[in-house]
């Protein structure tokens, strides 16, 4: 029904997603349509994901292409809502996207089909997937509005086990109610078990909207001490998010501990690998696909439509 039904486009860094680990510091067409599968309730973007009337501009395939093309991105993101609600249209986008020589990213809450993930197969090359409160299932229940965390899990394996699409984690930490350190444990376990020491995993600070103005933002304490839990748990390249100037933003050579990719907010500043992404200090090579360009700060933020 949403087919075709963009509701915004914008052009971001790749790094607002958040994605650190493939294709740092490119510019990302990323449009929307409206409507969720999911009823958060501290969705930033209720405004176009929980709207029960489907609207939009009319665009084709080809012309969310071109804009993309003429904007100066480097890829598309599906984004803003849950683009697996709109799979048809991303994958029609996606498809001639690739052909024109683009890459395209979801930014998802992973609550998918193997249908779907079959779909991401004719064109997805990367897909950040978002937990909330640690995949609690109480907080997923009442904050959300789905039954059961399940299929986030299952999807992420049918990703692993059918497809080569790069894959970074993100988790939502909201203070009092979604912020349960043996949750966090839980999660970074299956991480570690499942996708090993490599895979990113951002914990993201809250600030309070749409039904959940009450909440105070999350704490700072807080996120780093999920961040602790990620890194005893083995995960070797643990961010925070929505904390721009922490120095967990930065991503380390985990073996010589030295800053490689040193950022503030969605910005780079620093960049200290050589030509085959190696630490420029010890040698040891960072899992990230791509590198730095120059003038990479060009076109990073557009509002297009
Ligand atoms: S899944 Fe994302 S877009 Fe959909 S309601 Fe939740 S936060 Fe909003």
């Not at 809502?81 to 994958?91: D, G, L, M, T």
Request: charged fraction near 25%; charge should be neutral.
């Amino acid at each position: 029904m949403a087919y075709g039904k963009v509701i915004t486009g914008h052009v971001d860094p790749i790094e607002k997603k958040p994605v650190t680990h493939y294709r740092p510091g490119t510019s990302i067409f990323s449009i929307a349509t409206t409507g969720c599968n999911w009823l958060c309730k501290y969705c930033q973007n209720y405004d176009i994901s929980q709207r029960r009337k489907i609207e939009g501009t009319d665009m084709t395939p080809e012309e969310v292409v071109s804009m993309a093309k003429s904007s100066g991105s480097q890829g598309i993101a599906y984004t803003y809502n849950q683009p697996s609600i709109f799979i048809e249209f991303a994958r029609d986008c996606g498809v001639i996207a690739r052909r024109n020589g683009l890459f395209n990213i979801f930014v998802s809450n992973g609550y998918d089909t193997p249908e779907t993930v079959h779909m991401m197969k004719e064109f997805l090359d990367c897909i950040t997937v978002d937990f909330k409160g640690n995949a609690e299932p109480q907080f997923t229940r009442r904050y959300v509005g789905v039954p059961d965390p399940q299929p986030i899990f299952d999807t992420l394996k049918e990703i692993r086990d059918k497809t080569t699409i790069h894959v970074e984690i993100t988790d939502l930490i909201v203070p009092q109610v979604g912020d349960d350190l043996e949750h966090a444990v839980k999660l970074c376990k299956f991480i570690y078990d499942e996708f090993g020491p490599d895979m990113p995993i951002h914990f993201l600070r809250f600030h309070p909207d749409y039904k959940m103005m009450e909440f105070e933002s999350t704490p700072i304490k807080t996120l780093e001490k999920h961040h602790a839990v990620a890194k005893k748990e083995g995960l070797k390249y643990a961010y925070l998010g929505n904390v721009p100037g922490h120095h967990l933003e930065h991503t380390y050579c985990p073996e010589c501990k030295k800053i490689v990719v040193k950022r503030y907010g969605f910005d780079i500043q620093g960049w200290y690998l050589d030509d085959n992404n190696n630490c420029k200090f010890c040698g040891n090579n960072i899992p990230i696909t791509g590198k730095l360009t120059e003038n990479y700060k060009q076109n990073r933020f557009q509002f297009v439509f």
